[in-house]
């Protein structure tokens, strides 16, 4: 059965893994040394109309930030074989609002969901789709180029954390 106002299109989506040396524990120290937790502290001012100062805070955060985790591996109890898997939505609010204000749907994809996982064999690493591929979909270079960037912030302090 097909609807009018359903719609489906597929896109290609570059997934990146991050491979680590260290320890899951180590890696996950180093990360959170690396990416604050998000500061809302924004969010009031906006909620009072203090739009320019909430800018001004955005603007002077850090480039990305934690907005929160998961224990996903803990999950993993159900089926009897519990893991190391920590799922982060990582990025920044001030960055987001930059793509979002040309297409509305890059809100899909921010903040980015970043994995932190080891395998069974010990292998500690990340896994993430790349902004550019997901908000690529959109076709609108002020989105790409937000995007582009993103990718590079990614990917750097990734790799940082998994040094």
């Not at 959170?32 to 603007?59: H, I, N, S």
Request: glycine share 8%; charged share 25%; no cysteine.
């Amino acid at each position: 059965m097909t609807s009018s106002n359903i719609s489906v299109e597929e896109i290609m989506v570059g997934h990146v893994t991050i491979r680590s040396g260290n320890s899951f524990a180590t890696v996950r120290a180093k990360l959170k040394t690396l990416l604050p937790r998000l500061d809302e502290g924004f969010l009031p001012l906006l909620r009072e109309g203090l739009v320019d100062q909430a800018r001004q805070e955005l603007e002077a955060a850090a480039p990305l930030s934690i907005f929160g985790e998961r224990d996903h591996g803990a999950i993993l109890a159900i089926a009897g074989s519990p893991r190391r898997a920590i799922q982060y939505d990582i990025g920044n609010p001030h960055t987001a609002s930059l793509m979002t204000r040309h297409r509305i749907s890059a809100g899909l994809y921010a903040p980015i969901r970043v994995l932190l996982r080891e395998s069974p064999e010990g292998e500690v690493a990340f896994e993430y789709d790349r902004p550019a591929s997901t908000f690529g979909q959109f076709g609108d270079d002020a989105v790409d180029t937000v995007a582009r960037k993103l990718d590079d912030d990614l990917r750097n302090v990734l790799q940082n954390a998994a040094s």
